[in-house]
């Protein structure tokens, strides 16, 4: 559909002989905030690697803003306008704060770009206190502005973030949520992957999860609150 910024149909995905997506459909509309939850090994980094071109499926289609991009190379789907911020953050170690967003700058095709390390800095104002440091020096928390920095640095259209908080304090985890707000409220569709519940059921709109490779949980993120569904035996929370 023209009001999706990204869509997956019936998505089946192999590492080998392994079969670990199972026909997966997912919709994110424009300017908004889908949260992809499920435990350890449920499929969702799969998901993502499917979406940026890191794996072709063996079946299915992505969309991404009415283009079809299935199986085509990273570079092509970036040049759509999808970023990643990825799990584990993979930083450029030995790269400066300053380098890391540089190599990742990308003008957004018919437009100015509304990012750029003066907005980056401005989003986080630490990056700008330690551009001339190494990336390998900064704390996990710093790293990980970092790697969204580096992703919104090619102004995207659609940004993926798999496992932000993962690996980080509370008081880290409470400022990237702060981030992805601000970052929806100006109108950036957003695909959020995590394991924790509560903090995607606070900032999304639509909300699925994924349990062996299969999408057993699909809507909107109010309808799932107000309806009371148990996701505990689908994320291994007991």
């Not at 580096?150 to 400022?175: C, F, K, T, Y």
């Not at 062996?212 to 929370?237: P, T």
Request: net charge positive.
């Amino acid at each position: 559909m023209a009001s999706d910024a990204l869509a997956l149909d019936e998505i089946d995905a192999l590492y080998g002989d392994s079969h670990v997506l199972h026909r997966v459909s997912l919709r994110l509309g424009q300017g908004r905030l889908l949260g992809l939850l499920g435990r350890n090994g449920a499929g969702k980094s799969t998901t993502i690697n499917v979406i940026v071109g890191l794996l072709p499926p063996r079946r299915g289609t992505v969309t991404v803003h009415g283009q079809i991009v299935t199986g085509r190379a990273p570079e092509v789907v970036a040049a759509r306008g999808v970023a990643l911020v990825p799990q584990g953050r993979r930083v450029f170690r030995s790269l400066t704060v300053r380098e890391n967003l540089a190599v990742a700058a990308r003008r957004r095709r018919g437009g100015p770009a509304p990012w750029t390390f003066d907005t980056v800095s401005a989003l986080f104002p630490r990056l700008a206190e330690r551009q001339r440091q190494l990336a390998g020096s900064l704390s996990g928390g710093e790293q990980q502005m970092l790697a969204i920095g580096r992703a919104l640095m090619s102004n995207p259209r659609v940004l993926l973030m798999d496992e932000p908080s993962e690996g980080l304090a509370p008081q880290i985890v409470a400022e990237v949520m702060a981030t992805i707000r601000r970052l929806k409220a100006e109108g950036l569709s957003i695909v959020l992957v995590e394991q924790n519940a509560k903090l995607v059921l606070d900032v999304a709109d639509d909300v699925a999860v994924l349990n062996s490779g299969r999408v057993v949980v699909d809507g909107a993120a109010s309808d799932l609150k107000g309806l009371g569904i148990d996701l505990r035996q689908h994320l291994g929370i007991y």
